[in-house]
């Protein structure tokens, strides 16, 4: 089973910051990472598929990057409705996994 | 507009079973791979199971194989997991997805529905 391990658990940024959030795999799944956003109460929701392509809908200040086992997710300027919990998720192997999650909370 | 809607979360004992279905709007159902995903309270989110457009592949987490069935009913727009041998370890949010890629799927989910609530306790 591929681990994916996430950093930092948390990270606290003040709104208009730029932030970058960490995610590496125990083993290379080439470009096959995707990157979801959960708010409390509510379901996950796809940002970034590909590694790097956004999802219908998400805002330019969303970017993914990285191929193999190390990836990252930029948020340009956080907006309020930034302040979430994100996850990575990888879908080269099997089973399917996710990482642990990145806490992105208000400074 | 795409709308999921999870149901049969309840409590349950150890040992017990349960049925939970998805009823899937808005999209061409038989067209999409679909998943199980949980998520158990204060933790992180974990892939249980697919199923293809068709039913006839399917695939399950270590942790679920031999206990939980995935099926669908295309015809009915719905998807089930069926839940035998229960345990405490399966208390979670169970959320049913859709796949964003049509055919045999990309394994990456792009709607979710709410999730229906199951718990396993004595």
């Known amino acids: 089973e591929i681990v994916m391990t996430q950093s930092p658990a948390t990270l606290s940024v003040s709104p208009g910051e730029r932030t970058t959030l960490s995610c590496r795999a125990s083993?290379?799944?080439?470009?096959?990472l995707a990157w979801y956003q959960q708010k409390p109460g509510q379901a996950p929701r796809l940002l970034i598929y590909?590694?790097?392509t956004r999802a219908t809908g998400i805002p330019a200040r969303f970017s993914g990057s990285g191929s193999g086992t190390e990836f990252t997710l930029t948020i340009s300027s956080l907006q309020s409705e930034d302040f979430a919990v994100y996850y990575c998720?990888?879908?080269?192997?099997?089973?399917?996994?996710f990482g642990g999650g990145t806490k992105v909370e208000i400074k | 507009e795409v709308q999921l809607v999870e149901s049969g979360g309840v409590v349950v004992q150890p040992g017990g079973s349960l049925r939970l279905s998805c009823a899937a709007s808005?999209?061409?159902?038989?067209?999409?791979?679909m998943h199980w995903v949980r998520q158990a309270p204060g933790k992180g989110l974990e892939w249980v199971s697919l199923?293809?457009?068709?039913?006839?592949?399917?695939y399950y987490a270590d942790s679920v194989k031999g206990r939980f069935t995935i099926s669908r009913d295309n015809s009915k727009n719905s998807l089930y997991l069926q839940m035998n041998s229960l345990r405490t370890e399966d208390t979670a949010l169970y959320y049913c997805?859709?796949?964003?890629?049509?055919?045999?799927?990309?394994?990456?989910?792009?709607?979710w529905g709410q999730g229906t609530q199951v718990t396993v306790s004595s």
């Open positions: 199923i293809r457009w068709d039913g006839g592949s399917t």
């Open positions: 998720q990888q879908y080269n192997n099997w089973p399917l996994t």
């Open positions: 997805a859709k796949d964003i890629g049509a055919g045999s799927g990309s394994y990456t989910f792009d709607y």
């Open positions: 808005g999209f061409t159902f038989d067209d999409y791979t």
């Open positions: 083993q290379s799944v080439r470009s096959n």
């Open positions: 590909g590694a790097s």
